[in-house]
């Protein structure tokens, strides 16, 4: 299974790769940013102004995607906890029953007569 993703990610990465490369070589040209209560502007090449926005598209997805399975994960450890409460139960049963039964045998030997005939007789 590992085999099979490495191939999968080398036959996506690897065109990724060579789009953002050709990308990054042809667009080098620089480009005025500004922000609107600020007088400042500054002039940056292209493919840093892209590559940063899919940087920070990136942060906020990855955030995002957190963010919301953290009900999951909560589902996720309420369900182990009563799971290991479950298992604690049954294995307090188990040692219960075998108390139990070994409780039976041992008043069930008691109450047994005599087999031999000269320890009964004493």
Do not use: C, W
């Not at 490369?21 to 007088?39: I, R």
């Not at 940056?44 to 995607?65: D, K, N, Q």
């Not at 040692?95 to 008691?110: H, I, Y």
């Amino acid at each position: 299974m590992r085999a099979i993703a490495k191939i999968l990610g080398i036959v996506i990465g690897l065109p990724i790769i060579i789009v953002s490369v050709a990308f990054a070589v042809a667009n080098t040209e620089p480009v005025s940013l500004g922000l609107y209560p600020f007088e400042t502007v500054v002039a940056v090449p292209v493919v840093l102004l892209v590559f940063v926005v899919l940087l920070i598209g990136f942060a906020i997805g990855a955030i995002s995607a957190f963010l919301g399975a953290g009900r999951l994960r909560r589902r996720v450890r309420n369900a182990e906890f009563r799971l290991r409460q479950m298992e604690m139960t049954a294995a307090r049963i188990k040692r219960e029953e075998e108390a139990a039964k070994a409780k039976e045998r041992q008043e069930a030997a008691l109450q047994k007569p005599a087999d031999h005939p000269v320890l009964a007789a004493e």
